[in-house]
């Protein structure tokens, strides 16, 4: 028999090319990744999570908790492989997914084609109702239509139904009505008021019906994982707002875990900066597919906007900005004939040319390991030789094409992919109002060590940190996720002149939320006294189309004063003088989970020559430099690294060019600035 261990937590995460799994036993840390299995990702974590469990000696289940990230939703979103669904709303509304709103992202394309309703006009029905705005139910359902529409539906092979009326979230009492009726059809329903009870109908008909979209599939992937024999039965869901709930509340909440791997790349980010004595950090996740970034400013940043595949997604989640710009994105020639890179990717299958499996198009990792920034002999702490010989008589032949040598086409691929994650980040800081020269650049993803301290050099900033198993960060950041639900209610309050005593008003709507978290959070395993609740209020000015969020703490919160000055530093301007209204109160439960402990090793001294396991020729803006290459787990507290110099690890590679040094801290990271 095998000794049982003392297992906490096991962060899973499935990317567009790994499957990255992390497990904390007796206070340590232990690793795995495996490829993943784009056409159904729960095989990878069912593999991962068996292969690490087995790598350990562990064979009951009982003592893991796993909280697993999933891209699911956002893939069945993305690729448009969701379910069959018919939505049912107010009659005469059936096209508001079809009419959508004013936004248009590309103002001048003449050839713009916006993407189609996940619901076809065959299967939008309206229905008789009518709600008015204060409440007042103007039209009651008749019986009649009720049986009809539930005769009609029940005709067609439906795999989910989304149910949105104008202004049930004000009063939900049609809505409730037509889905105890529709109950009968055994079909899984999503109803606008549970999901997002909030006005604005477009983000709230769309939200509703992509979280009806993905439902089905997302049910398949749990019950996969669930009726597998080595895997566990109870285990949670990441959510995009950087929480986790259990699999049996996910109901209404499966369009919450679209960006949940992301989400955990940040709190894990966030966490381990904050630890070192960074606060003041902007994200870097750079993976397989895509580049994700986040600008947290002494905390977490939040948004309640999204918009994934052309489709706004309103729910609360980790403000992330996301492009197609990643290890696996593929270099292509364009009609005019220069270069591009991404956004399609490689993925996983067949992967980089390096990779070996018969892929053909050539991507930033294959550019990285031309250059030799890449070792191919130590990739995945040497489980996996890359294959160099393919690799450049790829990118000899590609470069023909271009008319540039086969060195000025790889330096142009990593260029033009740095640009593209440079000018993301920008979206996030510059445009926003904050100047990068404030912040400290904290790398992650697979990819990430390659192209990080270009970029910081681009932007000014003079501070990378690359924390240790940075390619498993998400993860990693999943072992830190509370369990968290939000709630939101639209109120549409101004602040003066409405003859009402405001703050007894936002104290009576916070406090029926709260009624709401309690219920829910008991389900979870906490009570009232153990879950941290946070308020906050989306304001703007009269007249205005959008929202800004300002934390509530009580009675004696100035809401109005810090609105303003947020304003101010968002926009450059604030109007002191123009009416204020507090569109919508937002609650957060949060209940604290067990948490790994980062602990301080002592510094040694700096000479790293312990590390070192080879000295190869690596170029640098078209330069060859004899670099030494380190193995990053030999490391110790204290090693100082003058580059050029290349530092691999399991999960990640580091480069420290020419006008860089590194040195370790005393949790691990690698801080590296400019020289």
């Known amino acids: 028999m095998h000794k049982e261990k003392n297992v906490r937590k096991i962060g899973v995460d499935t990317g567009g090319t790994f499957t990255d799994i992390i497990m904390s036993v007796e206070d340590s840390l232990w690793t795995h990744k495996v490829l993943s299995t784009p056409r159904n990702p729960a095989h990878a974590v069912i593999k991962g999570v068996s292969e690490i469990l087995n790598q350990h000696d562990i064979d009951s289940h009982d003592s893991v908790e796993i909280v697993h990230g999933s891209t699911v939703a956002t893939n069945a979103l993305l690729e448009r492989r969701g379910a069959c669904i018919a939505l049912v709303t107010t009659k005469g509304f059936e096209d508001v997914l079809e009419i959508g709103r004013q936004a248009r992202p590309n103002l001048y394309d003449i050839f713009v084609q916006r993407p189609a309703p996940l619901v076809?006009?065959?299967?939008?029905?309206?229905?008789?109702?009518?709600?008015?705005?204060?409440?007042?139910?103007?039209?009651?359902?008749?019986?009649?239509?009720?049986?009809?529409?539930?005769?009609?539906?029940?005709?067609?092979?439906?795999?989910?139904?989304?149910?949105?009326?104008?202004?049930?979230?004000?009063?939900?009492?049609?809505?409730?009505?037509?889905?105890?009726?529709?109950?009968?059809?055994?079909?899984?329903?999503?109803?606008?008021?549970?999901i997002l009870p909030e006005y604005r109908e477009y983000a709230r008909f769309s939200t509703t019906v992509a979280n009806a979209y993905i439902r089905p599939t997302l049910e398949r992937h749990l019950s996969t994982l669930t009726e597998s024999e080595s895997f566990p039965k109870s285990f949670r869901l990441m959510l995009s707002n950087g929480g986790c709930i259990s699999t049996r509340n996910f109901e209404s909440a499966g369009i919450q875990t679209v960006l949940s791997g992301p989400a955990g790349g940040v709190i894990g980010a966030y966490n381990i900066a904050k630890t070192a004595g960074y606060e003041r950090i902007i994200t870097f996740d750079m993976g397989g597919t895509s580049t994700d970034v986040s600008l947290c400013d002494g905390g977490i940043s939040m948004t309640t906007e999204s918009t994934i595949s052309g489709l706004p997604i309103k729910v609360p989640l980790i403000d992330i900005h996301t492009v197609g710009a990643g290890g696996g994105s593929i270099a292509t020639v364009d009609s005019g004939g220069a270069l591009r890179v991404g956004p399609e990717s490689a993925g996983a299958d067949p992967g980089p040319i390096c990779y070996g499996n018969n892929g053909k198009e050539i991507t930033v990792t294959d550019a990285n390991l031309f250059l030799g920034r890449i070792s191919p002999t130590q990739f995945l702490g040497g489980q996996m030789s890359l294959a160099s010989d393919a690799t450049q008589q790829y990118i000899k032949k590609f470069s023909e094409r271009i008319g540039l040598s086969a060195l000025e086409t790889a330096d142009g691929i990593l260029k033009i992919a740095n640009a593209?994650?440079?000018?993301?980040?920008?979206?996030?800081?510059?445009?926003?109002?904050?100047?990068?020269?404030d912040f400290t650049l904290v790398s992650f993803g697979g990819a990430g060590g390659l192209h990080a301290t270009f970029l910081a050099e681009n932007l000014g900033i003079r501070t990378v940190l690359i924390p240790p198993n940075g390619g498993l960060l998400s993860a990693y950041g999943m072992l830190y996720a509370d369990v968290v639900k939000d709630y939101s209610q639209t109120v549409l309050w101004k602040t003066e002149g409405s003859g009402m005593d405001l703050h007894k008003q936002l104290e009576n709507g916070f406090d029926a939320l709260l009624t709401r978290a309690k219920s829910d959070m008991k389900s979870e395993?906490?009570?009232?006294?153990?879950?941290?609740?946070k308020r906050s209020l989306d304001m703007r000015y009269e007249g205005q189309s959008y929202e800004l969020n300002i934390p509530y703490i009580d009675e004696g919160t100035d809401f109005v004063s810090q609105f303003h000055a947020m304003h101010e530093q968002r926009f450059s301007y604030a109007r002191p003088e123009a009416m204020v209204v507090v569109v919508t109160l937002r609650l957060s439960a949060i209940g604290e989970t067990e948490k790994p402990e980062l602990t301080a090793e002592p510094r040694t001294d700096a000479d790293p020559s312990d590390a070192r396991i080879s000295q190869s020729d690596v170029i640098f803006d078209g330069k060859v430099y004899p670099?030494?290459?380190?193995?990053?787990?030999?490391l110790r507290p204290g090693n100082w690294i003058e580059g050029p110099a290349i530092i691999t690890e399991f999960s990640a590679t580091t480069v420290v060019p020419p006008n860089f040094s590194a040195v370790v801290d005393v949790y691990g990271n690698l801080i590296l600035q400019q020289r």
């Open 525 to 533: 395993g906490f009570d009232l006294s153990q879950l941290n609740i």
């Open 627 to 634: 670099t030494d290459f380190y193995q990053r787990e030999s």
């Open 120 to 194: 076809p006009a065959e299967l939008r029905f309206g229905i008789r109702e009518r709600t008015l705005h204060t409440g007042e139910i103007q039209t009651e359902i008749s019986l009649t239509d009720l049986k009809t529409l539930t005769t009609q539906l029940a005709t067609l092979e439906l795999d989910a139904i989304a149910i949105c009326f104008l202004f049930s979230y004000v009063n939900p009492k049609n809505e409730q009505i037509v889905a105890n009726h529709l109950a009968s059809l055994n079909i899984p329903i999503s109803c606008s008021h549970e």
């Open 420 to 437: 593209a994650m440079e000018r993301a980040i920008k979206v996030i800081s510059v445009e926003r109002g904050f100047d990068t020269r």
